[in-house]
C-alpha cells in the first residue's frame, strides 16, 4: 500500500489525450512519496544490425488477442519488418503472419494467433518453432483473470487489483486429470504437469522477486506503461478506482445481458485497502502458478476452489498449449476476478500493464548467443557507425538523428527519454506547421540579402526581421529555417533549433518558459552528451518531489536559461548553433524585453577564440515592444520587411488572381494593390478577397480601382471598416473566437452560434428547426466566412485532430480585444463589457447543458452533443471571469446533472467537484466571494453538506487557500470545522498540506478546531505541512502546544522522518528546537530519519540529525541495511564521510 498522504481519489483518463477530453491528471490530494531513484544502467552506447535471417530471432512472444499484441509492438524498440524490405519469411505450410523487432537486446517475433485457448497456442508454438528454428524461450503476454489476494508473508493477505501482473513461477492444467463419481481430481501435481522454464528463467524469476531487483523491475515496468499511456490508438489509461469492483464470492451477476454499475448491489463489494488512497495504485507484480485451462472462468466458487486446491495465483487459456512445445513465461495483466461480474473494461489497462512488465523482464534477460559464445561471440548488436540522415523533409526534421549516433549518450537511454518527455509539450511545433508556405518565387531575396549573409558569417551574432503586423514576418522565418542550408558556412552537424511564438494558441505556445523548453528538448535530442547534467537534474527532481508527470513539480524558465547558459560553450567546441524565433512580440511586452537582455548577456559571454563554433540567433518581430534592436551593438543586424517584399507581394498579387475573371487580370489592379499595401502582405490578401468579391458580383474594372483606393491605408483601418455594421450573428462569433477559454472547433462553434443566453427553447431539437441553424461542416466554413468578413479562418495543423477555428492573423484578434479600441462601437472592450461577454458564453454553455436531450443521453453516448466537451469542462471558467455576484448561476439540480456528465470518461477534469457536490460548493471551491456573499443567506440546508466524498464547502476552500470564503463559512457558525471526508482529512490538513497560512490561521483562531486529527493512514496536519516542506505552517501548528510531534502514520512515519526524506531543512530545524521530537524513530521497515535522509543525498539534513548526538549512525533497517550503506550505494559521498567521522567518533 502506498505511504502517500491520503486524499481524494481520482479517476485517470481511460484514454490518452486528446482534442475531445484531456487525460484526467492524478489530482494530487497530499504530498506524494518521491519514486525511489532507480539504480543506473551501464550506460553503453549500442546500435542493432538488422538480423541476417529467422535463425537471428530467439523470443517468440505469444498474445491471444489483438489489442495484446498491439501493446506488445508499441514497445519495439526497433521495427525489422517496417524498413521497406521483404519479410524473413516462413516455412512452407506454416499458416501464420509474424512481426519481427528487437525489444532491448533481443530480437523477437510476435506470431498473430487467429484464436484463444490451449489449441491455438500449441499450433502457434510448433509453428513459430519451425519457423523460427532459433527462438530458446516464448514469453505467454496479455490478459487473465486474478485471485483476490496472494500470500503477503505469514499469515497476511496481499490484495491483487485489476490492472496487476503476474509472472509464471509454473502452470498447472486444472481441467486435466480424471473425472469419478466422488468428483473431478487433476492427474498429477501443478509442478509435475507441465515442464519448468529452463534455469535461466528460473533464476531471473527468483532474483525479480527479491527486493531490489523487485523494486527497480516495479519502476521500469512504470516507465514503459508511461510510453504506451501516449499510444492514443491502444487507450492502455487507468479506468479508475471506482471500476475496480470485488463483490463477495456468494454474490453472483443475475442477468448477463446488464451491466454490473446497473443492477449489482454496491453493499456486497469487499473493501481493498490497494483502492483507499487519494491516488490511484501503483501496479504491482505478483508471482506464482497460474491455472490454465479451455474454459473461461467466471465462477468465484469454482474460483475459489482452484485456489484452495492448487494455490494458484491467475486463470488464463493459452500457456498450457505453449509451456511443452516452447520453455516459457507467463506474463499477464490482471482484467478480472474470475466471477461472474467478469467484463471487458479492464483488458486494454491489463494488456498495456502486461506488455510493460515483459519489457521490463527482457532487458533483464541476457542474449543468448552472447551467453553461448562465452562472453566474446558474435553477438546481434555492434558499436554504431556514423551515419547522415536523409535529406528530405523540413528543417526541424533533417538534422534530427545524426547526433545520437556520433556522440553516444553518457545517460542511460530510458532516464534520457522520460527527461525529454518532460520538456516537451504537445503543441511545441503546431505553429510552425500551422503557417503556409512562401509563395512559389518570394522570399529568394533573403538568401541573397547583403546582411543576412553578413550575420551568417560574423563570429557571434543576431539578426532582427522587423515588421509591421501581417507583413509576412512568419513565412519568411520559415523559409529561411527551411532553407537554411544555403547559408555560408553551414554544416551538416549544425544545431538548428526554431521557435514560432503564437499569441492565439496554448499558454506555453506564448511564454519564455515554452521557449525554455522547447530549446532544452531539442539541444537534449540533438547533443545528448554535453547536456547529461539536464537529465541529473530530472532524477533529482524525480527522486524529491516525485513524478513531473503527475504534476508534482514542473520545470522553471530560470532554471532552463541557466542549463542552457552553462552548456552552451561546451556545445559551441564542435558544432555550430542557429536558431530562429518568430513572433517575438507575441510573448508580451516585459517576456520579449526580457529574453532579448538574456540573449545580448549570453553573445556577451561567449568565448571567440579558434576553438569555438559560430552561435547566430535569428529574431522576428514587431516594430514594437523591441523598439531599436541593434542599438549599438556591432554583432546585431536588422532587416525592415516592408522595404524588402514590395516585388514578393507582386508575384502574390499575381498569382493569386491570375485564373480569376478578366477584370481582375487586369495589371492596372494587380499593380494598384501592390503598390497600396506598402510592404504588409495581409492588406494585399484583404484587398485581393474584396477585389475577388466585386468581380464575382459583375462590377467593372473601374469600380474595382475606386475600391482599392477607398481601403484604408493601415491594416487597423480596414478592420475597422470590415466590422463596421456587423450583424449581432457576426458579433456573437467574433465573441466566441476572441473569449472562448480553449481553443474551440467548427462543430463547437456551429453549435455556440445558434443558442441564446436566454434561450427559451428547451431542446437541441427546437434549435435544429430553427432558420439559423447550420446543418454541415461545409457551410459552417462557408458562415464563418460570412459572418467574420473573412477574418477568421479554421486551422488544422494536425489532420487527425479537429481543425479550430482562429483568427487570419493576431493582428486582429489584437483589434478586437484592445483595451481602449480602435474596434467598433458593438464591441467595446472596456473591463465590464468583457465581463458581460464572459457572462453571456458561460450562461449559453449552461443553457446547453439544460437542453432535454442532454441528461437523458448521460448513460449513453454523450459524443452525439458538439457542444458537450466545451460546455462542461467551460462554463465554470467563462463565469469566474464574469462579475460573479450577479452571475445567474445555475440551479443545485443543473449542477448535479453536470456533475455526473463530468465524472464520464474523457470529460473528467482538475476542477471537478465530488459527485453530490451543490452551488456552495462551486463557488467555495473557486473562490468566488462576492458570489458567495449573495448566494449564502439563502442556502442554510446546502452549507455544510458533504459530497459523496466527504468534502464540505469548508473543506474545498481550506484546500485552495480561499481565506475570503474561509471567513464566509465560518462567519456563517453553522459548518463543522473538523469535518472528515472519506480519507479522514479535515480542513486544517488540507490548508496545512497546502501550505495556505492564512487559512490555518483563521481556522486556529477559532480555538475549538482539532490540530491533531489523524486522517486514514495516520496523518496528522504536522505530517502534512512538514512532508511538504511548509515552514510557516510548522511554526503555526508548534506553537499551539497542541500536536503530538511524534506522531506516526500506519507506516510508522514521523513529521520528522518526512521532512528528513524529503530535504527540508528548516522543517526539520523547527522539529529539533522543540526538544521533545523522537529523533531516532524507525518505520515499519526499521529506517530512520538518518537512513532517509543519507539515501536521498540530503546532506546538510544528515549534519542536523548527526549533530544531536541522539542517532546511532549504524543502525540496519529490517535488511540489515544501514545509514552508511544507502548512502553509499547512492554515490553520496560526502555523506559517506560524514557517516563514517560518526562512526569512528
Known amino acids: 500500500m502506498s505511504s502517500d498522504p491520503p486524499g481524494k481519489r ?319 513465461v507467463v506474463i499477464k495483466g490482471v482484467c478480472d476476478y474470475a466471477d461472474s461480474h467478469k467484463a471487458k473494461s479492464w483488458q486494454k489497462r491489463a494488456a498495456a500493464a502486461a506488455a510493460a512488465c515483459m519489457k521490463a523482464f527482457l532487458i533483464r534477460l541476457e542474449p543468448f548467443k552472447i551467453r553461448e559464445a562465452d562472453g566474446g561471440g558474435s553477438s546481434t548488436f555492434a558499436q554504431p557507425r556514423a551515419t547522415e540522415a536523409g535529406a528530405s523533409g523540413n528543417a526541424r526534421d533533417s538534422y534530427t538523428s545524426r547526433t545520437n549516433v556520433q556522440n553516444p549518450c553518457p545517460v542511460d537511454s530510458r532516464e534520457l527519454q522520460a527527461c525529454l518527455q518532460s520538456l516537451s509539450f504537445p503543441q511545441m511545433t503546431n505553429r510552425f506547421h500551422d503557417i503556409q508556405p512562401a509563395e512559389d518565387n518570394t522570399c529568394l531575396w533573403l538568401l541573397r540579402h547583403r546582411k543576412y549573409r553578413a550575420w551568417a558569417d560574423l563570429e557571434h551574432s543576431i539578426l532582427w526581421i522587423m515588421g509591421k503586423p501581417g507583413a509576412g514576418k512568419s513565412t519568411l522565418m520559415k523559409y529561411a529555417l527551411d532553407n537554411h542550408p544555403q547559408l555560408p558556412g553551414v554544416a551538416k552537424d549544425d544545431i538548428v533549433f526554431s521557435f514560432f511564438f503564437h499569441a492565439r494558441g496554448h499558454d506555453l505556445q506564448k511564454s519564455p518558459l515554452g521557449f525554455w523548453l522547447s530549446l532544452l528538448h531539442r539541444f537534449l535530442e540533438l547533443a545528448p552528451a554535453p547536456l547529461a547534467h539536464v537529465v541529473q537534474t530530472y532524477l533529482r527532481k524525480q527522486a524529491t518531489h516525485g513524478k513531473h508527470k503527475e504534476g508534482k513539480w514542473q520545470w522553471h524558465q530560470s532554471e532552463l536559461h541557466s542549463m542552457f547558459k552553462s552548456v552552451l560553450p561546451d556545445i559551441l567546441r564542435a558544432r555550430r548553433v542557429l536558431i530562429f524565433v518568430d513572433a517575438l512580440d507575441e510573448c508580451g511586452k516585459d517576456n520579449a524585453l526580457a529574453l532579448v537582455s538574456q540573449f545580448n548577456s549570453l553573445l556577451r559571454g561567449l568565448p571567440t577564440d579558434a576553438g569555438f563554433r559560430r552561435f547566430h540567433i535569428c529574431f522576428s518581430c514587431r516594430y514594437y515592444p523591441i523598439v531599436n534592436p541593434c542599438g549599438r551593438h556591432g554583432n546585431q543586424l536588422e532587416i525592415n520587411l516592408e522595404e524588402e517584399n514590395k516585388s514578393d507581394i507582386r508575384v502574390y498579387v499575381h498569382s493569386i488572381m491570375s485564373d480569376r475573371q478578366e477584370q481582375t487580370q487586369q495589371p492596372t489592379v494587380q499593380e494598384l494593390i501592390a503598390s497600396r499595401a506598402n510592404g504588409v502582405f495581409m492588406w494585399a490578401r484583404l484587398a485581393v478577397e474584396k477585389v475577388q468579391e466585386l468581380a464575382s458580383e459583375g462590377h467593372s474594372e473601374t469600380k474595382i480601382r475606386n475600391s482599392i483606393n477607398l481601403l484604408p491605408r493601415e491594416l487597423e483601418e480596414v478592420y475597422r471598416q470590415l466590422a463596421k455594421d456587423m450583424e449581432p450573428s457576426s458579433i456573437k462569433l467574433i465573441q466566441w473566437i476572441c473569449f472562448a477559454v480553449k481553443p474551440i472547433t467548427l462543430d463547437e462553434l456551429r453549435w455556440a452560434i445558434i443558442i441564446e443566453p436566454n434561450d427559451q427553447r428547451r431542446s437541441l431539437r427546437e434549435c435544429q428547426e430553427s432558420e439559423d441553424y447550420i446543418d454541415s461542416a461545409d457551410r459552417m466554413k462557408l458562415q464563418l466566412r460570412k459572418l467574420s468578413r473573412g477574418l477568421a479562418e479554421v486551422s488544422q495543423p494536425d489532420p487527425s485532430k479537429p481543425g479550430v477555428v482562429q483568427f487570419i492573423h493576431q493582428s486582429v484578434k489584437d483589434f478586437f480585444t484592445a483595451r481602449n479600441p480602435p474596434a467598433f462601437d458593438k464591441i467595446s472592450t472596456t473591463n465590464g463589457s468583457i465581463q458581460e461577454t464572459h457572462r453571456q458564453l458561460a450562461m449559453i454553455c449552461i443553457r446547453y447543458l439544460e437542453m432535454e436531450e442532454i441528461e437523458p443521453s448521460i448513460t449513453n453516448k454523450l459524443w452525439d452533443f458538439p457542444f458537450l466537451y466545451y460546455a462542461t469542462t467551460s462554463w465554470v471558467a467563462h463565469a469566474k471571469q464574469s462579475l460573479s455576484e450577479v452571475f445567474a448561476w445555475p440551479s443545485n439540480a443543473c449542477i448535479t446533472m453536470w456533475l455526473r456528465i463530468h465524472y464520464k470518461p474523457k470529460f473528467y477534469s482538475f476542477d471537478c467537484l465530488g459527485l453530490g457536490a451543490n452551488l456552495v460548493h462551486l463557488l467555495s471551491k473557486h473562490g468566488l466571494a462576492k458570489a458567495l456573499e449573495v448566494v449564502l443567506p439563502n442556502s442554510n440546508h446546502t452549507i455544510d453538506t458533504p459530497d459523496v466524498d466527504g468534502r464540505t464547502p469548508l473543506s474545498y476552500a481550506a484546500k485552495e487557500g480561499h481565506e475570503a470564503v474561509v471567513k464566509l463559512l465560518l462567519a456563517t457558525s453553522i459548518v463543522k470545522i473538523d469535518s472528515m471526508d472519506q480519507n479522514g482529512q479535515t480542513p486544517l490538513s488540507y490548508a496545512a498540506s497546502g501550505g495556505h497560512e492564512a487559512v490555518v490561521k483563521l481556522l486556529l483562531a477559532t480555538g475549538i478546531v482539532n490540530v491533531d486529527s489523524m486522517s486514514q493512514g495516520g496523518w496528522t496536519p504536522l505530517s502534512y505541512a512538514a512532508c511538504a516542506g511548509h515552514e510557516a505552517v510548522v511554526k503555526l501548528l508548534l506553537s499551539t502546544g497542541s500536536v503530538n510531534v511524534n506522531s506516526g502514520t500506519s507506516y510508522g512515519r514521523t513529521p520528522l522522518l518526512y521532512a528528513a526524506k524529503k530535504g527540508h531543512e528548516g522543517v526539520v530545524k523547527l522539529l529539533l528546537a522543540t526538544g521533545s521530537v523522537d529523533v531516532d524513530s524507525g518505520d515499519r521497515h526499521g529506517r530512520t530519519p538518518l537512513s532517509y535522509a543519507a539515501e536521498e543525498g540530503h546532506e546538510a539534513v544528515v549534519k542536523l540529525l548527526l549533530a544531536t548526538g541522539s542517532v546511532d549512525a549504524d543502525s540496519g533497517d529490517r535488511d540489515g541495511r544501514t545509514p552508511l550503506k544507502y548512502a553509499a550505494d547512492d554515490g553520496h559521498h560526502a555523506i559517506v564521510n560524514l557517516l563514517r567521522l560518526a562512526s569512528l567518533g
Not at 505450410?93 to 530480437?107: E, F, L, M, V
Not at 473461461?296 to 491467475?314: E, G, L
Request: charged share 25%.
Open 10 to 328: 481520482r479517476r485517470e483518463s481511460t484514454s490518452s489525450p486528446s482534442r475531445r477530453g484531456p487525460a484526467a491528471p492524478v489530482r494530487p490530494a497530499a504530498p506524494a512519496e518521491p519514486a525511489e531513484p532507480g539504480r543506473r544502467s551501464k550506460r553503453v552506447a549500442l546500435a542493432a544490425i538488422r538480423p541476417t535471417s529467422r535463425d537471428d530471432f530467439e523470443i517468440a512472444i505469444i498474445c491471444a488477442l489483438t489489442q495484446e499484441a498491439d501493446a506488445v509492438k508499441a514497445l519495439f524498440d526497433e521495427r525489422w519488418d517496417g524498413h521497406g524490405q521483404d519479410g524473413y519469411g516462413k516455412v512452407a505450410g506454416d499458416p501464420y503472419s509474424y512481426a519481427c523487432g528487437r525489444i532491448g537486446r533481443h530480437n523477437v517475433v510476435v506470431p498473430h494467433m487467429t484464436g484463444m485457448g490451449k489449441a491455438n497456442a500449441a499450433n502457434v508454438a510448433t509453428n513459430c518453432g519451425r519457423s523460427f528454428p532459433g527462438v530458446k524461450i516464448a514469453l505467454v503476454v496479455g490478459v487473465c483473470a486474478g485471485v483476490p489476494s496472494v500470500s503477503g508473508g505469514p499469515g497476511q493477505k496481499k490484495d491483487v487489483i485489476l490492472g496487476d501482473v503476474i509472472i509464471s513461477q509454473g502452470v498447472v492444467q486444472y481441467d486435466f486429470g480424471r473425472q469419478t463419481d466422488a468428483g473431478f481430481y487433476t492427474k498429477v501435481t501443478p509442478l509435475e504437469s507441465l515442464g519448468k522454464p529452463i534455469t535461466e528463467i528460473s533464476s531471473l524469476v527468483a532474483m525479480l522477486k527479491s527486493r531490489d531487483d523487485r523494486k527497480r523491475l516495479l519502476q521500469d515496468m512504470s516507465e514503459y506503461l508511461d510510453v504506451l499511456q501516449g499510444e492514443e490508438d491502444l487507450e492502455p489509461g487507468y479506468p479508475g478506482v471506482e471500476q475496480d469492483w470485488l463483490f463477495e464470492p456468494s454474490y453472483r451477476h443475475t442477468k448477463p445481458t446488464k451491466k454490473c454499475e446497473d443492477i449489482c448491489d454496491r453493499t456486497k463489494l469487499v473493501r481493498r485497502d490497494r483502492l483507499q488512497g487519494p491516488n490511484p495504485p501503483t501496479p504491482e507484480v505478483h508471482f506464482g502458478l497460474i491455472a490454465s485451462g479451455d474454459k473461461v472462468m467466471k465462477s468465484a466458487r469454482q474460483r475459489d476452489k482452484i485456489i484452495r486446491d492448487h494455490n494458484v495465483v491467475a486463470f488464463e487459456m493459452e500457456s498450457a498449449g505453449v509451456w511443452d512445445v516452447i520453455p516459457c
